[in-house]
T-cell receptor, first 112, second 112 residues
Framework: NAGVTQTPKFQVLKTGQSMTLQCAQD?????MSWYRQDPGMGLRLIHYSVGAGITDQGEVPNGYNVSRSTTEDFPLRLLSAAPSQTSVYFC???????????FGEGSRLTVL | SQQGEEDPQALSIQEGENATMNCSYKTSINNLQWYRQNSGRGLVHLILIRSNEREKHSGRLRVTLDTSKKSSSLLITASRAADTASYFCATDKGSNDYKLSFGAGTTVTVRA
């Protein structure tokens, strides 16, 4: 059981570039979510999904896109990267709803 | 906006001492959870307490919840060097609100 796997672990982008952060879980969890973590601000919810084909916005969705075509995968797309999106991104999943969340190890993104 | 706020922001204790940190939140909740994050790693779930519960124990952890004061506390007894980490509270509102809101965290350092 790998749990929640995020790739890449580190990425450097230039302003305006696009990229996709990958998240996969092998626990058959219905709920998946993306957070960003900035110093002194805790974690802020970007997008979440309660099942395949269903996504919704969190607290800070602007500049990010998600889709959920399978139960296992929940990629996060940055459409046109900005320096303000420099952050550590965490994917998390749970069996259902917002019970115990299982987190990935994070993806550290720097936008120059 | 963040729902929970932890206090203190940072805490330094001697090995064997107890560590207490508090979480206050703004609006009514369904559940409150505590998570631990070791440096550079993803978050790990510690304990979940429901709004109709007042106290919960898990090993050396004791969590209390006072819904009248909109606050929770996490007590770690007989601390160890391995307890050095950041601790976050997270709340949800229930009623099909699938957003888990995190506080900014308390950084705990356990000195040997």
């Amino acid at each position: 059981n790998a749990g929640v796997t995020q790739t890449p672990k580190f990425q450097v982008l230039k302003t305006g570039q696009s990229m996709t952060l990958q998240c996969a879980q092998d626990m058959n969890h219905e709920y998946m979510s993306w957070y960003r973590q900035d110093p002194g601000m805790g974690l802020r919810l970007i997008h979440y999904s309660v099942g395949a084909g269903i996504t919704d916005q969190g607290e800070v969705p602007n500049g990010y896109n998600v889709s959920r075509s399978t139960t296992e995968d929940f990629p996060l797309r940055l459409l046109s990267a900005a320096p303000s999106q420099t952050s550590v991104y965490f994917c998390a999943s749970s069996y259902a709803g917002v019970g115990e969340l299982f987190f990935g190890e994070g993806s550290r993104l720097t936008v120059l | 906006s963040q729902q929970g706020e932890e206090d203190p922001q940072a805490l330094s204790i001697q090995e064997g001492e107890n560590a207490t940190m508090n979480c206050s939140y703004k609006t009514s909740i369904n559940n409150l959870q505590w998570y631990r994050q070791n440096s550079g790693r993803g978050l790990v779930h510690l304990i979940l307490i429901r709004s109709n519960e007042r106290e919960k124990h898990s090993g050396r952890l004791r969590v209390t919840l006072d819904t009248s004061k909109k606050s929770s506390s996490l007590l770690i007894t007989a601390s160890r060097a391995a307890d050095t980490a950041s601790y976050f509270c997270a709340t949800d509102k229930g009623s099909n609100d699938y957003k888990l809101s995190f506080g900014a965290g308390t950084t705990v350092t356990v000195r040997a």
